[in-house]
């Protein structure tokens, strides 16, 4: 319509997609703090000479500025971009951390399925992710399970470590199957049921608490172990696979904890 003049709205949100769009545009997806999931054009910024290109890259803090209807879906456009931290830079060039970030991100857009629809604690869940791994706070692979297990908890997928995931029988029970949602006792037991060492199912309570002391002393087979059964549990309740997960470096701790 002639005159036709389309909202703005401004909230602090990640990065945690860029798609190229025509030969200098892009298309980000953020993560907002206010406005969950949005989808916004920005005009020009592949061009050598934009005004804000560079704060517009993967896992950045941003304070953005979007025209487009908010609580609508849809592409919406990018207007003002202003970087809070940018922490795409400390992780670009560091392998296994950029690969735990990718997976941060992707589990993130995944869990936000429909867009404007407020995810507040997924925000600041994410964005606490991306900080850590920036600032080499603990081991990257520890983080990205500590951001997976807390993430399936914001979806209600949270797995049951301390009880009966079928019956609620307090354990601790030594089998543990992903198809049930976690530790499950003899008697509901089901076939194919795995018997992590009981250090993994204690590594995974300490990174659902936050209990880095625990984490971060954690012994490499625990780790290992616990890594699978993460990204297992994510997977099956997602349905299919993350494209990131399978590239994650799980190899060298990158920083803390027992090598």
Request: net charge positive; aromatic share 6%; proline share 8%.
């Amino acid at each position: 319509m002639p005159g036709f003049r389309r909202q703005l709205y401004r909230d602090e949100a990640v990065v945690l997609r860029v798609q190229k769009l025509g030969e200098s545009d892009r298309i980000i997806t953020l993560l907002a703090r206010r406005h969950g999931k949005v989808r916004a054009v920005a005009r020009g910024v592949r061009r050598t000479m934009s005004r804000f290109g560079a704060r517009l890259e993967p896992f950045g803090h941003v304070d953005v500025q979007v025209a487009g209807d908010p609580g609508t879906p849809g592409l919406h456009t990018v207007s003002q971009v202003e970087g809070i931290a940018l922490y795409g830079r400390s992780l670009v060039d560091d392998y296994p951390l950029y690969t735990a970030a990718s997976a941060v991100a992707e589990t993130a857009e995944r869990l936000t399925p429909v867009e404007q629809e407020p995810a507040g604690p997924l925000f600041a869940l994410t964005l606490g992710a991306l900080r850590a791994l920036a600032t080499r706070a603990h081991d990257s692979s520890l983080v990205l399970d500590a951001y997976l297990l807390r993430a399936m908890g914001y979806a209600g997928w949270a797995p049951a470590l301390a009880e009966c995931a079928l019956c609620g029988e307090r354990g601790p029970h030594r089998a543990f199957a992903v198809s049930a949602g976690g530790s499950v006792c003899p008697d509901c037991r089901p076939p194919g049921s795995t018997h992590p060492d009981p250090a993994t199912v204690a590594l995974m309570a300490a990174l659902a608490g936050g209990d880095w002391a625990v984490a971060d002393a954690a012994a490499p087979p625990p780790r290992r172990e616990c890594s699978g059964l993460v990204a297992a549990l994510l997977q099956w309740h997602l349905e299919r696979a993350l494209r990131s997960l399978p590239l994650v470096d799980r190899g060298t701790p990158t920083t803390g904890g027992r090598p």
